[in-house]
């Protein structure tokens, strides 16, 4: 039995459920529920409060000033939606058993992000649970679950979730995605969860009718208002959520979203905050992964964030296997080795340079790092999904390609992320997608043509972001398997699984050996690449662990660590 105690929303007891809303705008408010509306006590402080015998699974709603009807922003479930009513929810009443669980250290950590909707054909929690085993067998440690907040509709990424503590009923109930998460711990898997905590999505949050101190109009995001985390009731809103998910639901870690846009006055920094309160749980290993635009390396170290997604590594190897060097490419496309080798040497290819995309400085030192503090992709969501047509790497690239940065980055000491099917080779596009209606739908597909405007072929082709049809194009078609690419993943990664789990890896250090070749080295761990189309003048010995030709060869890759 797992229970997280919140200082809100409606904590169940068999005695007396007790209801708690922060409304320092309303002047009254009322608990409604099926059969009777009570009006809850006002405590001070913008707090409500009430008290009622009701059971697990009761529907209520909470009506502001005699108006408007709002969901409760802790639910802990919408069975009809973020706008519909929350239900009451007994956290105890699902009877853990994980078979002797006791969590996994990060060096053995190879992450597989997934969409919960588009992932298998019934788009449900079950559906993951179904493939846990191929998953193990591919080689992979740990699950990341793309947001699940209750957001508006049928389909939705995750980014536009309004209710932080609901899962989304579109995937299943609290205790389904409880049972995903013990059958993943039984197959000894880790599961994340991607959490958003720098904005709220664009329908079906009601914060500012009742709470609009929860905003602020000092800082601008790309999504709309500010959340103003120098407020004490804001803070303890996030942080709890934070340990809600992984002492309720008993995830692995969390992966925080565009950390970037989170501003945050106070002297001490909610992230901080958020990291030394999970961090002091200490009950098993816990891992927490950053996205930061801005590359801060201050976030992470002992005793802060493990890891961050290394979106310079990405971009790097983006370049060097497609050639595009729109948008933010520019910002590696002089010299695309170069900036990869530094990536996977000193983590970031940015630290305090200028960009020629964003023509400012960009990122902070992070050569005293250890290469486990990057998580190293060739695809994600974003990366993917915010192109035009979703393309993968496999529709953009050549095989020998794909293949040599594919051996580069399952070898590497940062652990590797994949995006779901790209270890088979999966050709689908993964679309931007969701289900808003009325003006707000309207808005949404006409922003995205806009997006993408300057490509003239594409004004009038554009996948349509509110289609039925755009979405199921997503849907892994999993009897479309290329055991090739299946098989080539598993090796690389059954050998990462003997030569690098359980070994410590200091700071790598880079030199060029070549406008396309590098040799990167971690102590006795030795890269030696050549990306290029060209032969390279060298005499280099091939590759004791791992190599797919000499190192003079175009496109060759040599890993070498004596025993």
Known sequence: MTAH?????????????????????AKRVILCLPTEELPMEDRADGWFEATQTVKPGTL???????????????????????EGPSEVIDPSAFRWDEGGWKGRPWNEAVIYELHVGSFSPSGSYQGIVEKLEQLKDTGITAIELMPLADF????????????????????????????????????????????????FGPKGNYLSLYAPQFFTDRHKTP???????????????FVHNALYWLEEYRFDGLRFDAVHAIFDDSPRHVLLELSEKI????????HLILENDANQARFLGKRRFTAQWNDDSHHAYHVLATGESDGYYAAYADAPAKHLARCIAEGFAYQGEVSPFSKEKRGEPSAHL????????LQNHDQIGNRAFGERLISLSEDRKLKALTAIFLLAPSPPMLFMGEEWGCRQPFLFF???????????????????????SFSSEIPDPLADETFRRCVLRWEDVDERWLQFYRSLLALRQRTIWGKEFGPGRYRMLGERAFEVSWGTLRLVANLGNEKLATTEAAGTLWSNGAPSEPWSVNWSLPA
């Open 5 to 25: 105690a919140m200082p809100f929303g409606a904590e169940f007891r068999p005695k007396g459920t007790r209801f708690r809303l922060w409304a320092p705008r």
């Open 60 to 82: 209520y709603r909470y009506r502001i000033d005699g108006g408007t009807l709002v969901p409760d922003p802790a639910s802990r479930f919408q069975p009809q939606d973020c």
């Open 434 to 456: 969701c289900d808003f209606s009325g003006e707000l739908g309207e808005a949404v597909r006409k922003g995205r043509r806009e997006e993408f405007k300057r490509f003239a």
């Open 370 to 377: 250890r290469p486990s503090a990057f998580v190293d992709f």
């Open 152 to 199: 508006a509709g049928r389909r939705n990424w995750g980014y536009d979730g309004v209710l932080p503590y609901a899962p989304d009923s579109a995937y299943g109930r609290p205790e389904d995605l409880k049972a995903l998460v013990q059958a993943a711990h039984r197959a000894g898997l880790m599961v994340f969860l991607d959490v958003v905590y720098n904005h």
């Open 279 to 286: 961090l002091s749980l200490e009950k098993r290993p816990i």
């Open 223 to 237: 999504w709309g208002a500010a959340i103003d985390f120098s407020r004490k009731e804001v803070r303890e809103y």
